[in-house]
Each structure stands twice: as structure tokens, then as C-alpha cells.
């Protein structure tokens, strides 16, 4: 069973600009999350959808939006990239809402010039 | 690889010695535990978990021992190898919500 891919892996973007990342869960999951991770903060929840539907959302500003399509296939959006966003973003599939172990991808790691 | 975390905590061990990994963890509602293993350049892998009514739990060469008097979780790794070199995150759930909250991390180094 393939795992959780994340697309793109690298991407180097300007302030101001807006980026769009893709997260394909493992077949069968139904809930993806995602998390941003940097040295200085770790890994922090951004947002949860299962179902096409956000379940749950982190403590970030406006500029970080999600969506959920139905086959379970989820995209996150920043726009108007601050230098503070530099970070990997991890994408997590689970079977269901509220399983507890939690499958991640690789990341995307996004650079902010 | 990925710097997921310039300033963690290290703990270097030599190859074939028993590893302990510390986390204290802040809410005491929470009842749901869960450690993480992230190789560089991967995303983290669940290694093993522990619910709150239980205070041990054995997987393959790893034990999880839960504290909640003093809200400390621990992992221990027996007998560890060069391919246990990674960062490992303790992550916890408290009951009202399936969010987990991660740790900093511990970053392993094992010597041959």
C-alpha cells in the first residue's frame, strides 16, 4: 500500500506570493491533517478535514486555508508568503476522525525569500 | 538532510546500549500518548502509543513507561542501532479533543 505523498517536495517562493500544496492520503483514509515544522516552534497543527470538511483548525492566521476533495486527496494554500513561513509541511493521513496514530508524508519544504 | 531542530536536546549512545528518551508532557487531562521517530528528510513514524490507564507498554526492543503523578512519558530502546539515529517526538491527546500536541524532540545518535 503506497504511503502518504506530498507534492511538491521542494519549493522556493517570494514574499508576497501564494503557494498551493498537495497531500494524497494512504487509499482508504478518509482524514487528513497537517502541520508545520520548524526548528524553532516544532511541529503545530494547522488544520484537520475528513470528509471534505475541515473538523478542526489551529491557531494560524487567514492566509492558511485547506480543502478536502471527495477522494479524500487534500491541498493547502498560503497566500501572501511571509519570510516566517519558511517551514516543512507535513500532510498526515488516518483511517478514520480521532485514530490516533497518525501517517505522515515526507513534507514539502517551502523557502521564502 | 532536514534540520527539523537546530537546538533539541541530543542524546548519544553507542551502538548495543539500552537508550532512554524523556518527554514531561503539560496537560493533565490528557490520556492519550504517542511517540514519533523522524529519520532526516522523512516524516515522523509512529513507533508506539499508551493510553492513560496504563502506565507500561511493550513493542518490539522499545517500552513506553507513562508517569501521569508527574506528567512524564518516557521511551526506551533496547539494544540500540545505528538505524535508531533520529529525532523522536512524544505527542499528546487529552480526551476532549484527537489534536495531538508534539514535543520539541530528542534528537538519538547512535555510534558504531
Known amino acids: 500500500k503506497a504511503g502518504v505523498t506530498q507534492t511538491p517536495r521542494y519549493l522556493i517562493k517570494t514574499r508576497g506570493q501564494q503557494v498551493t500544496l498537495s497531500c494524497s492520503p494512504i487509499?482508504?483514509?478518509?482524514?487528513v491533517s497537517w502541520y508545520q515544522q520548524t526548528p524553532g516552534q516544532g511541529l503545530q497543527f494547522l488544520f484537520e478535514y475528513f470528509s471534505e470538511t475541515q473538523r478542526n483548525k489551529g491557531n494560524f492566521p487567514g492566509r492558511f486555508s485547506g480543502r478536502q476533495f471527495s477522494n479524500s486527496r487534500s491541498e493547502m494554500n498560503v497566500s501572501t508568503l511571509e519570510l516566517g513561513d519558511s517551514a516543512l509541511y507535513l500532510c498526515a493521513s488516518s483511517p478514520g476522525l480521532h485514530t490516533g496514530e497518525l501517517f505522515f508524508g515526507e513534507g514539502s519544504r517551502l523557502t521564502v525569500l | 538532510g532536514e534540520n527539523v531542530g537546530l537546538h533539541l536536546p541530543t542524546l548519544s549512545v553507542q551502538e548495543g546500549d539500552n537508550s532512554i528518551i524523556n518527554c514531561a508532557y503539560s496537560?493533565?487531562?490528557?490520556?492519550?500518548f504517542i511517540w514519533y521517530k523522524q529519520e532526516s528528510g522523512k516524516g515522523p513514524q509512529f513507533i508506539i502509543d499508551i493510553r492513560s490507564n496504563m502506565d507500561k507498554r511493550q513493542g518490539q526492543r522499545v517500552t513506553v513507561l507513562l508517569n501521569k503523578t508527574v506528567k512524564h512519558l518516557s521511551l526506551q530502546i533496547a539494544a540500540t542501532q545505528p538505524g535508531d539515529s533520529a529525532v523522536y517526538f512524544c505527542a499528546e491527546n487529552s480526551g476532549g479533543s484527537y489534536i495531538p500536541t508534539f514535543g520539541r524532540g530528542t534528537s538519538l545518535i547512535v555510534h558504531p
Open positions: 487509499s482508504g483514509h478518509r482524514s
Open positions: 496537560n493533565s487531562a490528557s490520556d492519550y
